[in-house]
């Protein structure tokens, strides 16, 4: 069964950190490009930060020097650490895979982030 479980989100306060996680299961994992979306109330779903399967990364300007994609094909994982964050930070955070061999495309369940004081 191909899936991906998030894990790691929660309610931090401005200014603070954390870690999402990601574990990918069913699939051949280093064939896939992996990364975060975002959704926030009333808003589009947003691409937050990609890592190829070769270890390239690109990410949202407004993201840029406050979080960082990284994978780790020993466990099927993927990870992103998010510091200095703000309210405009809050949203459901998606893991997605895209196969580089069938171009398939698989969603996590999300997991909520809340910057709030």
């Known amino acids: 069964q191909v899936q991906l479980v998030e894990s790691g989100g929660g309610l931090v306060q401005p200014g603070g950190s954390l870690r999402l996680s990601c574990a990918a299961s069913?699939?051949?994992?280093?064939?896939?490009?992996m990364a975060w979306y975002r959704q926030a109330p009333g808003k589009q779903r947003e691409l937050v930060a990609r890592i190829t399967t070769g270890g390239l990364t690109n990410y949202q300007d407004s993201v840029k020097g406050r979080f960082t994609i990284s994978r780790d094909m020993a466990k099927s994982t993927v990870s992103l650490q998010m510091n200095s964050l703000n309210p405009e930070d809050t949203a459901v955070y998606y893991c997605n895979a895209r196969s580089r061999s069938t171009s398939r495309v698989t969603w996590g369940q999300g997991t909520q982030v809340t910057v709030s004081s």
């Open positions: 069913g699939f051949i994992f280093r064939l896939n490009d």
